[in-house]
Structures are given as structure tokens and as C-alpha cells.
């Protein structure tokens, strides 16, 4: 059971949940960029969300399925079709043995994920199967790599995910560290009251926010000795530039940090596009916690929440194969196709 790799987008990369405990080895989380969307593509499936995904960043590719498989479509929106019939996002599908996935630009966010039922297989790593690209353990996915794809216990496809709004910018809610008082009252309300947007610099290890006006110095910065490092630290450059800190972060370094995005809102961060509006907002500890118990609930009730995908009929080839006389509809109501 595989996928052959025909066609690929630069940077798209196998990944999962990440590697915790790591980082007295130099070696940080890694994992996917928007982990919501793992999620996602594991309700739709009916399967673990610890099992490895396709992460396509900024674009997708051409697929050959080499068995029938069953495929998810999560993340950033994709323009997507088997054998050129259009296929809804944030959905779940079959593809046949011998069809092709395309799988275009994105056009909201960055970050899209292939699904197929069983994950992907390959070369586990301190347990996980995750690339992580700027410390060297695994490449990205090459044209004519041919993807080994896991025992799919499962058979259902045809569900639906109504998609939330985290492709295009929005408030990252920030929690103090050790190094926020470094920062003078002033320069923290500035930062607050800044609109900033994604730069041009991002990557898997970090994403630049760029605004008018001075940058956000720290007192005394350049006596900072290094400290751990986590996904989420806001680092300031050198002239007082923030970069949000992404999976594939270092694990130390002396820049300063005004303050951490929380793990609720890494999505987020992670999905906004080049020249998006972005803010943050300081929030406590407690407002914290509570935020990430909420998007833990979330996830959690998102199998629940997959819904019957209606198709075009005239897009189903093995529509004769269906039961079409056990059940009855209203001639007289308004029936409504699910969004794509």
C-alpha cells in the first residue's frame, strides 16, 4: 500500500504530534505546524491523530494511489481533485487504486495536510516519524518517492468539517515569561497596541512580524545569556523585530522574548499568510489554562462533529453501486448542498 509522489511543492514533509522530551539533546519538538489540523484529519478518518500526515506547505502536488485509499484534506484551502473532479476541503474521500490527487496553492494560509487512513509509514526517529528539516532527520518529500501507507482499519470517507477562521491573521494571546520585565511598561503597551503583519521570512522554524515605527528593545539585551527555547517565544532581533518561534525552533538562544504565544493559538500563528494583520494580547496564567482546556475539549469533540459530506450526484462514477429507493425526500423543501 503506497502513494507515488508525481508531482510535489518545495518543503512538503512527512510529520506527526513531534518529539517531546528532547531538548537536552538539541533537538526541539518538530511537528506539524498546525496541529489542529492533524486533528481534524483524524476525526474525518475515524483514526489516531498520532499518526503521520503529509504536511504541504504553501502547495501541494500530484498523487498516484497505488491501492484504494481513503484521504483527507485539512489545513490551509487547497484546490483539490481526483482525476480532475473537484473534491471538497477539510473532507474525506476515496481514492481509488491508479487515480491521481492534484492538489494546488493554497488559497488561505499556508500549511495543508494529506490524510490517508492507516498514516503514512517511514522511519521512526526518537519515536516519531516527523522530518525535521533544520536539524537534519529526514528530507522532504521528492518527486517519484513512493509514500508506504499503514493498515487502514477503518472504511468510511464522504464526512465534513466546517473549517474555522485561523488563515488569515487575527489575536495570538501571549502569556509572560521570566524575561517580560526586561521589557519596560512602555514598550510592552506599544507592542499591544502594534498592528503587525507576517513578514516575508517564515519557515517551519520561525515567522517574522514586521510593523511601522521602532522596533521593541529590552533593557540591557545584550547581556541575556541564553535560556531553553520553546514554540511560541516572541524573540526580538537585534534592531527589535518579533519572530514567533515555530516547531522547529532552536532549543536555546539569548535574543530576548517579550512573552510566549500560547499552545492554543501556535495554529494560528502558523497558518497566517504572508501580509496578514496579526496582534497579540497578554493574558494571565489562568485565562491561559483555561484557553488551552477549551481547545483541548475541541479537539476532542470533533469526531463528533463530522458530519455526511452531499455530493453532486453527477460526480459520483459508482452511483448505480448505492441503495437509492430505501429512503424518500420532500419534493417541496429546500435542499442544500453542503458548502466545498
Known amino acids: 500500500m503506497s502513494l507515488i509522489v508525481r508531482r510535489i511543492g518545495p518543503g512538503c514533509t512527512l510529520q506527526d504530534q513531534g518529539r517531546s522530551g528532547c531538548l537536552d539533546l538539541g ?31 504553501g502547495m501541494g502536488g500530484e498523487f498516484e494511489a497505488q491501492c484504494d485509499l481513503r484521504i483527507a484534506l485539512t489545513g490551509a484551502p487547497m484546490d483539490a481533485s481526483i482525476d480532475g473532479a473537484k473534491v471538497a476541503w477539510n473532507a474525506s474521500h ?88 526586561l521589557f519596560a511598561p512602555e514598550v510592552r503597551e506599544r507592542f499591544v497596541a502594534t498592528e503587525f503583519a507576517r513578514g516575508p521570512r517564515a519557515n517551519r522554524m520561525g515567522v517574522q512580524m514586521v510593523c511601522d515605527g521602532a522596533g521593541f528593545a529590552a533593557e540591557g539585551q545584550l547581556n541575556i545569556l541564553s535560556e531553553i527555547i520553546v514554540p511560541g517565544d516572541i524573540q526580538m532581533t537585534g534592531d527589535g523585530r518579533p519572530f514567533v518561534l515555530m516547531p522547529e525552533c532552536q532549543t536555546t538562544g539569548g535574543y530576548p522574548r517579550i512573552g510566549t504565544v500560547i499552545p492554543a493559538d501556535l495554529p494560528l500563528a502558523a497558518q497566517t499568510p504572508a501580509g496578514a494583520s496579526v496582534r497579540f494580547g497578554f493574558v494571565s496564567l489562568d485565562e ?26 453527477a460526480q459520483i462514477a459508482d452511483l448505480l453501486s448505492y441503495q437509492l429507493i430505501s429512503g424518500a425526500i420532500s419534493a417541496h423543501d429546500d435542499h442544500t448542498e453542503e458548502p466545498t
Open 27 to 57: 533537538l526541539s519538538r518538530g511537528g506539524a505546524a498546525d496541529l489542529r489540523a492533524v486533528a481534524e484529519g483524524a476525526a474525518l478518518l475515524r483514526q489516531g491523530a498520532d499518526l503521520a500526515v503529509l504536511e504541504m506547505a
Open 94 to 181: 476515496l481514492l481509488p487504486a491508479g487515480a491521481r490527487l492534484t492538489v494546488g496553492a493554497a488559497r488561505q494560509g499556508v500549511y495543508g495536510y494529506l490524510h490517508v487512513g492507516g498514516g503514512f509509514e517511514g522511519s521512526t526517529f526518537l519515536g516519531s516519524r516527523s522530518v525535521h528539516l533544520a536539524a537534519g532527520v529526514g528530507r522532504a518529500v521528492a518527486v517519484g518517492d513512493d509514500l508506504p501507507v499503514g493498515s487502514d482499519k477503518g472504511t468510511e470517507t464522504g464526512l465534513f468539517l466546517p473549517a474555522d477562521d485561523r488563515f488569515s491573521g487575527g489575536t495570538l494571546r501571549v502569556l509572560e515569561g521570566f524575561q517580560t520585565p
Open 288 to 313: 491561559a489554562a483555561q484557553a488551552e482546556a477549551e481547545a483541548r475539549a475541541g479537539l476532542a469533540r470533533l469526531t463528533a462533529q463530522a458530519r455526511p459530506l452531499v455530493r453532486d450526484i
